[in-house]
């Protein structure tokens, strides 16, 4: 078939899905430590769980800066030097004496992390034909989801022998040896065009590109994505404990558990992309995205097991990643010839979603409670899909 990849695609979509995976091995490793860290570094629960905001909120900030960088410098470069940093920066952070060390060690990881995905997908832009793109970025997805839901496993699995500390220490280790990895064995790939460097021509690109209906288009959705779906996820754990669902820090297992099922919807969606794409074309795969993702939030509102919560997270992760790919894929046609800037406000609207997604969240929970607040999240979602299957 036209839209088979071949043995050097693979390979190439293999070195740069393991440096995904190292790059984002350390995403949300502190997560599960969160308790232990307060009880180390005498500080509040509260703030000790800045720390993910420190690494989200660099992450984003910098994708305005590395975008053009990349198109000018050459992607491939700037993410082989950002997996560096990560493993310089990550193997450091084992060594912070006070939580405002380690709030800065993560803020940089952060910074330098927002170097690897965001290039990787203009990357593969770069690479692939468009009947070809959603496939290859399915694929690319499932190794960044890899590296976020292993580094939650590690630390609940490493907690105990090896500490905040050594887990850490870890995922630095990982990223090193692929960055080592990337050393010795080369992306290979098509050669990338280049271009000089310069600021205001930057601004101007930025410009240009949101003056594009399209353009504006898909990231609004992302970041509404961002809001309604990542949103939800700080809420789960109270969530299920008001409705008597885990009890007490069963709670918080039954929400991580739901989390997990989420990123694994992504590996489902990986597998049966190209049947559905073929079956189904890109405009209704979202169409049904959006209604599985819809009947999904909509179900966890009212459940009252655990169990079918959990399915739901999976089924979540199947509609949302049938929406998030296909956002991906068009947004690398929105401007072929400033890719990595394209990518980059991509993914700075993406996270922006996520910053504010459990404070809007959290006012809807105030305002019509927690069954309420999902109800609404579901319609967006499908109204959402709506939209975006309906255009082109």
Request: proline content about 5%.
């Amino acid at each position: 078939m036209a839209n088979d990849l071949t043995s050097a695609q693979l390979r190439f979509l293999v070195l740069l899905g393991l440096t995904n995976l190292a790059g984002t091995l350390s995403i949300r490793v502190t997560d599960p430590f969160i308790a232990v860290l307060a009880e180390e570094f005498a500080a509040t629960p509260d703030r000790t769980a800045l720390l993910a905001t420190a690494f989200a909120v660099p992450f984003a900030l910098v994708q305005p800066i590395l975008g053009p960088v990349g198109d000018a410098l050459g992607k491939r470069r700037i993410i082989r030097f950002a997996l560096f940093l990560v493993a310089c920066f990550a193997l450091l952070a084992p060594f912070a004496r006070s939580l405002d060390e380690l709030m800065l060690l993560r803020a940089v990881t952060g910074m330098a992390a927002g170097g690897i995905m965001p290039l990787s997908i203009a990357t593969v832009g770069d690479a692939f034909p468009l009947g070809q793109r959603q496939v290859a970025l399915s694929k690319l997805v499932a190794f960044g989801i890899a590296g976020q839901v292993g580094g939650g496993a590690l630390a609940g699995l490493l907690a105990g022998s090896l500490g905040w500390r050594g887990v850490l220490g870890l995922c630095g280790a990982v990223a090193l040896l692929a960055s080592v990895l990337l050393c010795f064995v080369p992306m290979g790939g098509p050669p990338e065009q280049r271009q000089r460097f310069e600021p205001l021509g930057a601004v101007s690109r930025y410009r240009a590109i949101l003056k594009l209906p399209a353009a504006r288009l898909l990231y609004a959705s992302v970041m509404i994505e961002g809001i309604l779906i990542f949103g939800i996820f700080p809420w789960l754990a109270p969530m299920l404990q008001a409705r008597g669902i885990g009890g007490g820090g069963g709670a918080i297992v039954e929400a991580g558990l739901t989390v997990a099922a989420f990123g694994a919807g992504g590996f489902v969606y990986a597998a049966i992309v190209k049947a559905l794409l073929a079956r189904l074309g890109q405009g209704r795969m979202v169409f049904l995205g959006g209604g599985i993702a819809a009947l999904a939030l909509a179900g966890m509102a009212v459940v009252p097991r655990s169990g079918l919560f959990i399915g739901l997270g999976l089924a979540l992760g199947v509609g949302f990643y049938m929406i998030h790919n296909t956002i991906q894929t068009r947004v690398t046609e929105v401007a072929p010839e400033a890719r990595g800037s394209a990518v980059a406000l991509h993914a700075f609207h993406f996270y922006l979603g996520h910053s504010l997604g459990p404070v809007i969240i959290g006012l809807a929970i105030a305002w019509v409670g927690g069954g309420g607040a999902f109800a609404l999240a579901a319609v967006g979602i499908l109204l959402l899909a709506l939209k975006l299957g309906s255009s082109r």
